[in-house]
């Protein structure tokens, strides 16, 4: 009988636990395709992409959302749900990154972080202070490259990469970045399992950052700072 694996989950990060699962297995499956997560399953030896018709020799799977942000959490929910023993090492499948040059020769020669952002109909993202924060990092030689959505303005002195950076870049990026961040929770995820930090900001009644209240850009500063150098202790 075989396997489809419908990926009913819109999460980025559900799809690349999805190929990292597949990518530790020896098993063969197919996997449903949509549009929005084909990226994250290229060059996989055991997958075949390609549109469902039910027969009775076919078993189709459907994975949901998970209802976590954990990387970990989501690696073993998926791949418990496929029936898949993993060694447990929790590694993300490479095989879907798009190496870009020239940003990747900027990257090696000076200190990049990456402002990921995308607009929220239910929040207002104060991008004056986004523009402080910026500032605040160059004074500490860190330069910042705007990605994410061409909705939201570059910010002024940063690389402007708004519509460049889609999820096989980013990955491919993620090693040379001191941190990123995002209104995205899935990207914060996507960069738990690369091991880069991340920070989510957003702004619906107040400022906040990985969910705490923030006043200021100093305030965020402060805590970028305490995260990495808590990260780098462990």
């Keep these: 009988m075989s396997k489809w694996i419908y990926l009913k989950s819109n999460s980025p990060a559900d799809a690349l636990a999805l190929s990292s699962v597949i990518a530790s297995s020896d098993e063969c499956f197919n996997i449903v395709r949509r549009s929005n997560s084909s990226q994250f399953f290229k060059n996989l030896d055991n997958i075949v992409v390609d549109f469902y018709n039910s027969t009775e020799d076919s078993e189709l799977i459907v994975i949901e959302e ?10 073993d929910i998926i791949a418990s749900h496929l029936g898949i023993v993993t060694n447990g090492d ?15 020769k900027r990257l090696a020669s000076e200190c990049f972080e990456l402002l990921y952002l995308y607009p929220h109909h239910d929040q207002n993202l104060d991008l004056i202070l986004v523009d402080n924060l910026v500032r605040l990092l160059e004074n500490q ?13 570059c910010i002024k002195g940063s690389l402007d990469l708004r519509g460049v950076i889609d999820f096989a870049v980013l990955c491919a990026m993620m090693p040379e970045l001191q941190f990123v961040i995002t209104t995205e929770r899935s990207v914060a995820t996507i960069c738990e399992a690369f091991n880069t930090s991340a920070f989510v900001i957003s702004h619906i009644n107040r ?3 990985d969910g705490l209240n923030m006043t200021d850009a100093n305030q965020i500063i402060n805590y ?4 990495k150098i808590y990260n780098n202790e462990r």
Excluded: A
């Excluded at 998970?66 to 690696?75: A, H, M, V």
């Excluded at 990154?97 to 020239?102: C, L, N």
């Excluded at 970028?224 to 995260?227: A, E, T």
């Design 66 to 75: 998970t209802e976590t942000d954990s990387w970990k959490q989501k690696y």
């Design 90 to 104: 929790y590694k993300p499948y490479c095989g879907f990154f798009k190496h870009i040059g020239d940003i990747e």
């Design 141 to 153: 030689g860190i330069r910042s490259i705007t990605g994410g959505s061409f909705m939201l303005p």
């Design 207 to 209: 400022l906040m950052v």
């Design 224 to 227: 970028i700072n305490l995260k």
